[in-house]
Structure formats: structure tokens, C-alpha cells
């Protein structure tokens, strides 16, 4: 079976073809409702490590390396086990990754969409 994976900030509206909306931010976002946030789960595991986030300050141009160095936290024994635990909520073909960053694009949702499309 093929996994769909979308990645949306978690402030934009649910949508009926989001399929299992999971938020992969360390941190609440702010200003968001638990209840309006439509979640199916909140895998805190899954995110990058505080250090590694205050490191990276979402800097576009930093971007590569903290994609490296947030693929080689993710290859540790917690690191595996998040990314099954994420792998195991799905319910259907379609997971959309959730996250409260401005630039969806240079975020950590968008490097665990490309490992979950590329296993």
C-alpha cells in the first residue's frame, strides 16, 4: 500500500482529504485550540530535538544541514520508534503532517514526508 503524505500548517482549516492529520511539532503551537486543531495524534516524538530546533531557527539557508542532522536523530532506536509509532496511526492511504512553522516547506514535516515516501 502507498502512502499520500501532505504537510500543512496546522493553522490552516482541516480539510476531508487530510486522511490522518498528525502534528509533528515538540511545542503546542500557539494561539491554536486542541479541538480546533482536528488532530488524530500529536507525535512529539517525531520532532527534532530542542537543541537541533533552536539551532536551526528555521533558516532557510541552514536548511540541508538541519535536514542531515535532523535524518540522523531520527536514525536512533527513539528516532525509529517514532517514525513506526507515526507509520502505525495511519488509517487509510493519506497522512498529513501537521506544523505550526511559517515555511511548511523548510520544516521538519516536509523532511519526515520525504523519508515516509522514500520507505
Known amino acids: 500500500m ?21 502534528l509533528v511539532d515538540r511545542i503546542w503551537p500557539r494561539g491554536i485550540k486542541k479541538t480546533d486543531a ?7 516524538d517525531v520532532a527534532p530535538s530542542t537543541e537541533l530546533r533552536q539551532w536551526y531557527g528555521h533558516d532557510p539557508e541552514k536548511f540541508e544541514e538541519f535536514a542531515k542532522k535532523y535524518r540522523s536523530e531520527l536514525d536512533t532506536e527513539t528516532g525509529r520508534a517514532a517514525l513506526q509509532k507515526l507509520k502505525d ?3 487509510g492511504k493519506r497522512l498529513t503532517l501537521l506544523s505550526a512553522t511559517k515555511d511548511i516547506d523548510h520544516s521538519q514535516a516536509a523532511v519526515l514526508a520525504k523519508i515516509l515516501e522514500e520507505s
Open 2 to 22: 502507498s502512502l499520500n503524505v501532505w504537510v500543512r500548517r496546522v493553522q490552516e482549516e482541516p480539510s476531508h482529504n487530510d486522511g490522518t492529520r498528525v
Open 89 to 91: 496511526c495511519v488509517r
Open 38 to 44: 482536528a488532530l488524530d495524534d500529536w507525535n512529539k
